[in-house]
């Protein structure tokens, strides 16, 4: 108990003895009989002693109109700062709360009913209460005051203390408590308070929101008893619980929601003790499920690291920021000679890592990269065998949370980088050479050059094969003993060249292995070799495509090349392999834009650029000649333009063969052709022209169709011609004269031509043709045919069946009837024979009768069913005849019928497949034929 308690209970004792006498006081009062002095006197002084040693304020009040003090203790002084003397006569509600004077007011209407009481009935009731209120001091500061009042005759007495201190007290309780509400009720994590028991007592909304549980549906259960947890849990949460009321506590587990699912928690636990008796436990629960998968995420992180770092391809440490090595990767035992046996743990400056005159370096450079990052240091580092090798270091520090927790140190052989450096620099002049502007001869002499910084090439070649030609061709060699580097036949070669190329993969032989190759039949001998001979070719690939072959040879040191220099030329093969081919589609692409595709000679644009080069007086006198190939659309249209360009090639080949060197010949049209003579009279260039025409004459080009017929104009150049075109236009024109005179002999070629074209494939077409001549002109005569008309009907009989020309063997000669479609293709010889009549001018004018020499009378016929007499005459004519003779020849699909039958069929078709009138004169032509026979 406190000592201002003792005193407060020591003071009610005395003042209730007090009490006591004062009534015996009255009641002597009342019976007359007087107190002795000297006990009075002692009641007064005890009364003065406890009033004015009291911590308590003690005040006396009369009570009459109004409220006043009459006596202060002097205890007022370090309760309110006021002197006693100061509040003597005053009213105490000028001191009071305005908030707080009603509190007096029941202590006075107490007093009022007791003194009624006594004035009516002669007996004073008790009239006691308590009571608190606000005070205001002499520094005009509210203090909580709390007083006890008592009636004591006609006056009041009052007992008061400051309470101010524990009204402090109380209101940081209350607010403490209020605090301490709102934190568990408004914490972010889930809370559960239990008594010492485990009966739940409260819980807030984190914990309903993560378990599911109101408190309405857990309050006063054990919280241990398998609400949150399983089965399995249960025993570990009470053992758990017991350790958490003697301490603090946190732990991981896992914990039960109300619908069954677990998940993992981070429970943290404190036992409430007040007064230092314990009165429960406070629990946090906090869900990790985030914070577990974060963890597995990180463990996987750093097993991916590990894996890089044991994966990085240059040799890689790892140590601590002391320089203590903490790991290192099968790189780093790979370069250097150190297990992770012989160095995890120690220092990097201790292992003998360093170079004794590299120490120093070493040192001063773990101290630096402790701090910073060290990019591309180059110094030499020592294995573990003593030897050293050159390096190129980085350091990367490590951070966590900005902080450096660590070193990782890179360290690359500088010996491997030098050649890679050297390789690309190779590479990159290789590229920069295939780029320029020079000849792709230029370009083998450059790979050979930047080649040899790499490699030795003293004997190095380069080989390339045209699968189309079955060629294999050395476009660059250089050998110390072959100088004759052969076209190969590249089936049937042997050779050590071809054998890569037909594999696709290198080879690296000597001569005891050469020799090997040899006797198991899979190379032949070729070229020379010795016995000290070693010989290294890779195939030349374009993605996977083999464009030939890239060797170097040796004759006097057979250990000059290893398995690396294999590597090491089909690193660089790809790269030159892509250079050949884009200088030759270069240089190809080059040709093409000056040459003709088909004939391989120069075309217009370029022919116009030398004639416009040329067209100067120092190359006069400059002749021209145009050429032109008569019959080229005919022979298009007839047996197909692939044997258009046969022709056109044939020629291009013959005028290569007699022009000059410095002559220019150029396709400049479809069937036109010039040549330019610089430095040639007109006398010279007319003979150049004789000679063409002479050589022409005597091609035995087979078949006879693409033999050449052509036509010739020829002018020159000494200065009267202003511009080229004026010059082109005069030798065109000379060549259109000449292509005027030579007609009829072009068109008698055209049709000898045909006729042996026609007897090669079909000896019954010709002699058919020669028989239809004779009945068909006796038929004209006969109706009166002009001679033009007759001329016409004669040339139809040799070549109304040209098309034939343009059908398949397998369709003309089929030895049985033809199927549907064979059909339709046979009945295009009419139109294919129409076409070729067409385009040759002397025999246009029997087109329109080779179109329609099947057509019928009634109609029925082909290819415009034509019908009557809209059909041409020479036609009908020639289908008569035609019929007639073919009915009494042998062909693969029928047999011959006797002229008597013949002449009955044709005399049965009379009004449907020929005319009438004309049947009927043919016959009594043959009849008469007959009797004259």
Not at 228 to 248: D, V, Y
Not at 563 to 589: M, P, Y
Request: glycine share 6%.
């Amino acid at each position: 108990m406190k000592d201002s308690d003792k005193d407060k209970k020591q003071l009610i004792n005395v003042l209730i003895d007090l009490r006591n006498k004062i009534t015996k006081l009255n009641k002597v009062k009342i019976s007359g009989k007087i107190p002795d002095k000297k006990e009075l006197a002692k009641s007064e002084e005890m009364y003065r002693l406890i009033a004015e040693n009291s911590s308590d304020v003690i005040t006396l009040h009369n009570f009459n109109l109004q409220l006043a003090y009459r006596y202060v203790s002097p205890s007022i002084k370090g309760a309110g700062g006021y002197e006693p003397e100061e509040l003597i006569g005053k009213s105490p509600f000028k001191f009071i709360h305005p908030d707080d004077k009603k509190k007096l007011f029941p202590i006075l209407k107490e007093y009022i009913d007791a003194k009624l009481k006594k004035f009516f009935t002669g007996k004073e009731l008790p009239a006691t209460r308590r009571i608190e209120f606000r005070f205001k001091d002499k520094e005009g500061n509210w203090r909580y005051f709390q007083s006890t009042g008592n009636a004591l005759g006609n006056q009041l007495f009052f007992v008061s203390r400051d309470i101010t201190d524990q009204k402090k007290v109380e209101k940081a309780l209350l607010q403490s408590k209020q605090e301490f509400s709102s934190l568990f009720k408004n914490s972010p994590e889930a809370l559960i308070y239990t008594d010492g028991k485990s009966k739940i007592l409260d819980i807030n909304a984190q914990f309903t929101k993560l378990f599911g549980y109101t408190l309405e549906e857990i309050k006063g259960r054990n919280v241990d008893n398998g609400i949150i947890h399983s089965r399995e849990m249960i025993s570990e949460g009470k053992k758990l619980t017991k350790k958490a009321l003697k301490s603090f506590i946190n732990y991981e587990t896992i914990r039960k929601r109300k619908d069954g699912s677990e998940f993992p928690v981070f429970i943290s636990s404190s036992p409430v003790k007040i007064n230092n008796k314990l009165k429960g436990l406070i629990t946090l629960y906090q869900d990790i499920t985030e914070r577990k998968e974060v963890e597995e995420s990180l463990r996987q992180s750093e097993e991916k690291f590990a894996g890089i770092f044991k994966g990085i391809p240059d040799a890689a440490f790892y140590q601590d920021t002391k320089g203590t090595i903490l790991d290192i990767n099968p790189r780093f035992t790979k370069v250097f000679g150190f297990t992770k046996k012989d160095i995890l743990g120690k220092n990097i400056d201790e292992i003998g890592f360093y170079p004794k005159d590299r120490s120093k370096e070493g040192k001063d450079l773990t101290r630096k990269t402790s701090g910073e990052d060290l990019i591309d240091f180059e110094t030499v580092r020592q294995k573990k065998d003593g030897t050293t090798v050159p390096v190129r270091i980085s350091i990367s520090l490590v951070k966590i949370k900005d902080k450096v927790t660590g070193v990782i140190g890179l360290y690359q052989d500088i010996a491997e980088r030098k050649q890679s450096e050297k390789i690309q620099k190779v590479l990159y002049s290789i590229s920069k050479a295939a780029n320029s502007p020079i000849s792709l001869n230029q370009l083998y002499k450059a790979i050979h050059k930047e080649l040899g910084t790499i490699i030795t090439t003293a004997n190095f070649y380069i080989a390339l094969v045209d699968e189309k030609k079955d060629k294999v061709y050395f476009p660059y060699h250089v050998d110390e003993k072959d100088d004759d580097f052969p076209v190969l036949n590249f089936i049937t070669s042997n050779t050590l060249t071809t054998y890569v190329i037909k594999t696709g993969e290198p080879l690296l032989s000597d001569n005891s292995q050469y020799k090997e190759m040899i006797n198991q039949g899979i190379l032949s001998l070729k070229g020379s070799t010795t016995l000290q001979s070693i010989w290294l070719g890779v195939p030349l690939k374009i993605e996977d495509h083999v464009i030939g072959a890239m060797a170097v040879q040796s004759y006097t040191n057979p250990k000059l090349y290893t398995e690396g220099d294999i590597k090491l030329l089909e690193f660089v093969s790809s790269q030159i392999a892509t250079a050949i081919e884009r200088k030759r589609t270069e240089e190809k692409i080059k040709h093409l834009s000056f040459h003709d595709v088909l004939t391989g000679l120069y075309n217009r644009a370029y022919f116009e650029e030398e004639l416009e080069r040329y067209n100067s007086s120092r190359y006069y006198p400059l002749s021209m000649v145009m050429l032109d190939v008569n019959g080229l659309k005919v022979i298009n249209d007839t047996f197909g333009h692939q044997e258009g360009d046969r022709l056109l090639q044939h020629l291009s080949e013959f005028l290569t063969s007699v022009s000059r060197q410095g002559d220019i010949m150029a396709r400049i049209g479809g069937d036109e052709f010039a040549i330019l003579l610089p430095s040639t009279t007109s006398e010279q260039a007319h003979e150049f022209c004789e000679r063409v025409k002479k050589v022409c004459q005597q091609d035995k080009i087979e078949p006879i169709y693409l033999r050449l017929i052509i036509s010739l104009g020829h002018t020159t150049q000494e200065g009267e011609y202003k511009d080229i075109h004026s010059f082109l236009k005069t030798a065109d024109l000379n060549m259109y004269h000449d292509k005027l005179f030579n007609g009829k002999s072009r068109e008698k070629h055209f049709l000898e031509a045909f006729r042996i074209v026609l007897k090669e494939r079909d000896p019954h077409t010709s002699d058919h043709a020669e028989r239809l001549q004779e009945l068909a002109l006796s038929l004209g005569e006969r109706i009166g045919l002009s001679e033009y008309q007759l001329g016409n009907l004669k040339l139809l009989s040799l070549l109304h069946d040209i098309g034939k020309i343009g059908i398949p063997d397998s369709i003309l000669f089929k030895t049985y009837i033809l199927t549907p479609s064979e059909f339709k293709k046979m009945k295009e010889h009419s139109d294919i024979g129409y076409r070729m009549a067409k385009n040759i001018p002397d025999f246009a004018s029997i087109a329109q009768d080779i179109l329609h020499h099947h057509e019928r009378w009634d109609g029925t016929g082909y290819p415009n069913g034509l019908k009557g007499e809209n059909i041409p005459l020479l036609s009908r004519i020639i289908s008569i005849v035609d019929a007639y003779d073919v009915m009494q020849s042998c062909r693969p699909y029928k047999g011959l019928i006797s002229t008597a039958e013949a002449l009955k069929e044709i005399k049965r078709c009379a009004g449907t497949q020929f005319d009438p009138q004309l049947v009927e004169i043919f016959l009594k032509i043959v009849q008469n034929n007959k009797s004259k026979t």
